[in-house]
């Protein structure tokens, strides 16, 4: 499976960006996928994931209400709304076949997407 992450850019406090993870490889489809994000001298944070097949996802307290975490054939997206200056980070997309959702052990990790929000 390879990710490629793509989208982020800079826009001011309150503004909006989606980001995407376009995935390749058979298995892509039936894995979860999950928006993992670092922001300057924090560690790696999760943000949103979705299982497949469930259609179920989980979502971060931080960004609950503003991000939705979707995905189509072999893409997934992180639509970002009312984006905050705390939301600055690089986002990193990543996807495994089984394992708790929230939790960094992805197998596979896209290239990261910066994303800056200015106040």
């Known amino acids: 499976v390879q990710l490629q992450a793509s989208g982020g850019g800079q826009v001011q406090a309150g503004g909006s960006l989606r980001l995407s993870c376009a995935g390749s490889g058979h298995a892509f489809r039936s894995y979860t996928i999950a928006w993992f994000r670092r922001a300057p001298g924090k560690d790696r944070e999760f943000v949103a994931a979705?299982?497949?097949?469930?259609?179920r996802s989980v979502y971060a307290d931080s960004v609950k209400g503003r991000f939705t975490i979707s995905r189509e054939r072999n893409t997934a997206y992180l639509q970002m709304n009312s984006l905050r200056p705390e939301d600055t980070a690089v986002y990193y997309c990543a996807a495994q076949s089984a394992g708790d959702m929230t939790v960094p052990n992805y197998g596979y990790w896209g290239q990261g997407t910066l994303v800056t929000v200015s106040s």
């Open positions: 979705i299982r497949w097949g469930e259609g």
